[in-house]
């Protein structure tokens, strides 16, 4: 089976503009999970979808927000970017709705000017 | 809300030394996941840990979850260059609604 991909998988943006990732699950998975990896905090969950509905939320502002489509594509969007937005962006698909195993994507690094 | 934090942030040690990553949780877990991230990678599953107590050995590295379900282990024997990467431990919160909180990761550099 192919794995997780996500594009762009890098991003140059400056602040206040807004960015959307996508994340393509592994066949057959309905869990998408998105997280965002910076050095000096680590990976911090952002948001997880099953179904196309939102099952869990991390503590992020509202300026990230995102979604699931039918055939379990995940999109993830920042609006009014900030500096320190810049981060990687990983999406992890699993098989259960209940964050089982996670399989990453590669990530898409984001850069803030 | 659920923390879960990893001890140490950074380890080198030398090739064929032994190193051990420890991780706490705040609350009672229902499980543990172990990932492994290579410089430039994203993280990769290593193993899940369920039950309270419980052992698992895979060749050199052996995963531990504590009696009470709030902490866990990671040991690697005979460290090898190949080991070099960070370390997550991942734990979900108890019912169907918990979210999974990643550590924030052991380094492990190890010296040839």
């Known amino acids: 089976k192919a794995g997780v991909t996500q594009t762009p998988r890098y991003l140059i943006k400056t602040r206040g503009q807004q960015v959307t990732l996508s994340c393509s699950p592994i066949?057959?998975?309905?869990?998408v999970s998105w997280y965002q990896q910076t050095p000096g905090q680590g990976l911090q969950f952002l948001f997880e979808?099953?179904?196309?509905?939102?099952?869990n939320k991390g503590n992020f502002p509202g300026r990230f927000s995102g979604r699931q489509f039918s055939n379990s594509r995940s999109e993830m969007n920042v609006s009014t970017l900030e500096l320190g937005d810049s981060a990687l962006y990983l999406c992890a698909s699993s098989f259960s709705d209940r964050q089982g195993t996670q399989y990453f994507g590669p990530g898409t690094r984001l850069l803030v000017l | 809300g659920q923390q879960v934090m990893q001890i140490p942030q950074y380890q080198h040690v030398q090739e064929g030394e032994d190193f051990t990553t420890y991780c706490n949780s705040s609350?009672?877990?229902?499980?543990i996941q172990w990932y492994k991230q290579r410089p430039g990678g994203h993280p990769v599953f290593l193993i899940q840990?369920?039950?309270?107590?419980e052992v698992k050995k895979q060749k050199r590295l052996t995963f531990q979850f504590g009696e009470a379900k709030k902490n866990s282990s990671l040991h690697i024997t005979a460290t090898q260059t190949t080991d070099v990467g960070t370390y997550f431990c991942a734990g979900r919160g108890s019912g169907n609604t918990g979210k999974l909180i990643f550590g924030q990761g052991t380094t492990l550099q190890v010296k040839p």
């Open positions: 609350t009672t877990l229902s499980n």
């Open positions: 840990l369920v039950k309270s107590g």
């Open positions: 979808y099953f179904s196309e509905t939102q099952r």
């Open positions: 066949s057959g998975h309905r869990s």
